[in-house]
């Protein structure tokens, strides 16, 4: 997980639709936060309520279906080169798709 947790993160902040919204985000709640979002996406403990993710996203002005692409894009890209089977991937992707409406706060 914390390979996994590091591949992502780079690839987050490597992509520049995505690392500004990180800027003023400190390094604990980035770490939190992926690893959050991975367990999540692998099916791990729901720890996270649709209304925790509403509020976590509710403050990131302008974020729009583009940016949630790019985040399961860079998912999916992690658990690929991390050597997970592709049906493995297709479900993290659909999860973090299931959130989609949450994070966009519509
Ligand atoms: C695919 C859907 C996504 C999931 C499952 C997800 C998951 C999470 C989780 C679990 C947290 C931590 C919440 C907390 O502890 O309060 C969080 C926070 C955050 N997310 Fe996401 N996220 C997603 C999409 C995005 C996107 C598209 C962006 C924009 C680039 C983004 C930017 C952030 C930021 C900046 C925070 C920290 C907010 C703060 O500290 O105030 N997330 N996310």
Do not use: C, W
Not at 13 to 26: I, Q
Not at 29 to 46: E, I, W, Y
Not at 49 to 78: K, N, Q
Request: net charge negative.
């Amino acid at each position: 997980m914390t390979a996994a947790s590091e591949v992502f993160y780079r690839k987050v902040l490597a992509d520049p639709l995505l690392s500004p919204y990180f800027d003023d985000v400190d390094m604990d709640r980035q770490v939190a936060k992926q690893a959050a979002f991975l367990t999540m996406a692998l099916g791990g403990p729901n720890a996270y309520t649709g209304r925790d993710l509403r509020t976590a996203h509710a403050g990131l002005a302008g974020l729009t279906d583009d940016h949630v692409d790019h985040v399961i894009a860079h998912l999916a890209d992690t658990l690929r080169e991390l050597g997970a089977a592709d049906d493995d991937i297709a479900g993290a992707g659909a999860i973090a798709a299931s959130v989609r409406d949450d994070v966009l706060n519509r």
